[in-house]
């Protein structure tokens, strides 16, 4: 069976929610989804303080287990039009994989969440792709045959670079039903082309 990692990190609950979908979605496909967080570096009383969201169900991921899925779906919200802290340190202790080719030929995808329509969404996925083409890896986006796409009719998440989300200034959104359906058409997508790949 195809497996997939949705690794993601969340400091307020959206990219949670979105990583949710996206597992859905690879489940929907016949995979099996695994969804892991990547470590907060934030001190505890720093995040109680700020209001995050520290209930997550989600065990923490280890970089040397990366290896063992056939794609990795990795969300996180934008830090200034990239990704955040959290999720590049992550990826900066991949260093081993990287020198054995680990990764080489395995699928990778995104999906974020910005506080405004155009706070940094597609330069943030970029940013992870920029990350996931350094590995070697095969990148799948979210095609337009996700009709969610090209609505005009709501203010909507969502890019051919990934799923994606409109948070609010202050955290006040939560991901809409046509954000959270195109989440996991991008995890039908990528487990349906990383079941092709290895099949």
């Not at 609950?13 to 695994?34: D, K, N, T």
Request: glycine letters at 12%; charged letters at 20%; hydrophobic letters at 40%.
């Amino acid at each position: 069976m195809t497996r997939v990692l949705v690794l993601y990190y969340s400091m307020y609950g959206h990219v949670e929610a979105l990583a949710r979908e996206v597992a859905a979605g690879v489940r929907e496909a016949g995979a099996e989804a695994v969804v892991k967080r990547v470590p907060e570096l934030a001190p505890r009383e720093v995040l109680e303080k700020a209001g995050a969201k520290l209930d997550q169900a989600a065990p923490v991921a280890e970089p040397d287990e990366l290896d063992r899925y056939d794609a990795i779906i990795v969300g996180c919200p934008t830090r200034y039009g990239r990704m955040a802290a959290q999720m590049s340190q992550f990826w900066d202790r991949t260093g081993g994989l990287w020198a054995r080719g680990a990764l080489i030929g395995k699928v990778g995808s995104a999906f974020t969440s910005t506080a405004s329509q155009h706070g940094g969404q597609e330069t943030t996925l970029l940013s992870i792709h920029t990350m996931l083409f350094h590995h070697g890896m095969v990148l799948v986006g979210l095609p337009y045959s996700a009709e969610g796409l090209t609505r005009l009719d709501e203010v909507t998440g969502g890019t051919p670079y990934g799923a994606t989300t409109i948070a609010g200034g202050k955290g006040e959104r939560q991901p809409s039903e046509n954000e959270r359906t195109l989440a996991r058409f991008q995890g039908r997508h990528v487990a349906g082309i990383a079941a092709r790949l290895t099949g």
